[in-house]
């Protein structure tokens, strides 16, 4: 089964971005969004755990990284940005959603 | 009432106390044993403190719900998964944990061990099994 | 495709209800069905009709009310949660011996059962929370 | 609200639950049962201490089913069903056995 998995909070502040990635199974999707698109920045100290990640595909809430004054350009290559109706086409296209709060 | 049944597991990943989520929690999987679904409780990151025995509340006048982590068995909820890494992390074992066991029905009221120690991995797998996931 | 929401965070201090809000609009208007929209923890607090908001801020109780009054959508406050938070209707009001109710239009307050069933009877639950 | 027994007066909620748990004595539940009419008997106080050892030992009431089962094994197959139970108190065991117990109000969740 595939799972859509949401992270909201920033890699910087909690753990559960961490452990979120050490349940992302090859062929699931992680979402973050809230403070958790901190983590999807280029050149921060989280942005190689995210490219360690073969296999599991990535995305960004748009609306959240917009409203937080970090540009669609500082976002790590190859993590896709969604906006509230992408989220929910993501969510129905896994068979279940997993949030880390 | 749907017939169906359906995996569901209850993912607990913060410590008692410091906020009310660990109890509200334990709250759903008793109301929701009523419900004859397949149950599954996950204790993984600070989630497996809850489980760590000698709680005492009475100097900070809590209400102390750890003895209700003991009624789940009579509850028929016998699937409580720990995790290794989140105990080991925290330099903890199985004997920091309150022992939980159940009397199964099928097998003469023999009584067993509800807490079942999983890898990650293994825990990933069976997380991946599963048809709904309530995180608190 | 029938979805059910837990929001477990209050209005204001988490945006939570407002991720939980954007979403649910969101599904609605992919075409899919809300079954129930759960609330739970300090999650109650989106249903309470004493919140005043400043004008220029976006009113969170009252945008509930709308999208579920336009959608008839089912927004259920869990009991045993709002009556720890001074959440109350009519009937807990009375059992209760309380002065007042304060349940915002559109909300009804009831068991835990709720979730597990909505749980049971939707394809996805999305759970907002801290 | 409130309820005289054993000279005291003990203070309850809307619904005739006791407010402070810690101040439960059987003399309560003896005069809780005259309100509804029914006398105690060793059936019944069968009932209320299991409920009481099982609050002390869980810290919850037990669910009906559970309560049912438990019995059951406890105090044999006879008692051990909601027919047996509501005829002892015919308002409940989760709502009327656990008020008489001293137990927190069931917050009514199903």
Not at chain 2, 75 to 100: F, I
Not at chain 3, 4 to 33: C, M, R
Not at chain 4, 17 to 35: D, H, K, Q, V
């Amino acid at each position: 089964m595939t799972t859509l998995h949401t992270v909201n909070k920033s890699p910087f502040e909690k753990s559960s971005m961490d452990s979120c990635l050490a349940y992302a199974k090859q062929g699931s999707s992680v979402l973050l969004y809230e403070d958790a698109i901190y983590g999807a920045i280029k050149g921060t100290a989280v942005a190689d755990k995210v490219a360690a990640m073969g296999g599991v595909n990535f995305y960004v809430l748009g609306p959240d990284l917009k409203a937080r004054g970090v540009s669609e350009d500082k976002v790590v290559d190859g993590i896709g940005i969604v906006d509230y109706a992408e989220f929910v086409t993501l969510a129905a296209e896994n068979d279940k959603v997993q949030a880390w709060v | 009432m749907s017939e169906q049944i359906k995996k569901f597991m209850y993912i607990n990943r913060r410590a008692p106390y410091g906020t009310i989520y660990a109890w509200e929690s334990l709250e759903v999987v008793l109301i929701g044993a009523a419900f004859d679904q397949d149950v599954h409780v996950a204790f993984i990151d600070d989630g497996v403190y809850q489980l760590l025995k000698g709680q005492d509340t009475s100097a900070v006048d809590m209400k102390n719900f750890s003895p209700t982590y003991q009624a789940l068995g009579d509850y028929d909820v016998t699937k409580l998964y720990v995790e290794k890494e989140s105990l080991e992390e925290r330099g903890l074992t199985l004997e920091d944990l309150m022992p939980l066991t159940y009397e199964d029905e099928d097998d003469d009221w023999a009584e067993k061990d509800s807490i079942r120690l999983m890898s990650r991995a293994e825990l990933a797998d069976i997380m991946d099994e599963q048809d709904i996931l309530f995180s608190f | 495709m029938k979805f059910a929401i837990q929001v477990n965070e209050g209005p204001y201090q988490h945006q939570a209800a407002d991720s939980a809000y954007q979403f649910t609009k969101a599904v609605l208007e992919a075409g899919h069905e809300i079954m129930r929209v759960f609330f739970y923890h300090d999650g109650v607090n989106n249903g309470t009709n004493l919140t005043t908001p400043p004008q220029d801020d976006r009113n969170i109780v009252n945008r509930w009310s709308e999208l579920g009054k336009k959608h008839d959508l089912d927004l259920v406050v869990c009991v045993a949660a709002a009556q720890r938070r001074g959440i109350v209707d009519e009937g807990e009001m009375k059992r209760n011996g309380k002065s007042a109710q304060n349940i915002a239009d559109g909300f009804r307050i009831s068991g835990l059962g709720q979730l597990v069933e909505a749980g049971i009877q939707s394809d996805r639950l999305v759970v907002f929370g801290d | 609200m409130a309820i005289e027994a054993n000279g005291k007066t003990f203070e309850t909620d809307e619904e005739g639950y006791l407010t402070n748990l810690g101040e439960w004595e059987s003399a309560i539940a003896e005069e809780m049962a005259r309100e509804d009419d029914l006398e105690l008997n060793d059936e019944h106080w069968e009932i209320i201490n299991f409920l009481r050892e099982y609050y002390e030992e869980y810290q919850i009431a037990p669910a009906v089913r559970v309560l049912t089962k438990a019995v059951g094994k406890r105090l044999g197959k006879e008692k051990g069903n909601s027919k047996y139970l509501y005829s002892l108190f015919p308002y409940g065991p989760g709502k009327q056995a656990c008020r008489f117990a001293g137990l927190p109000k069931p917050t009514g969740c199903i």
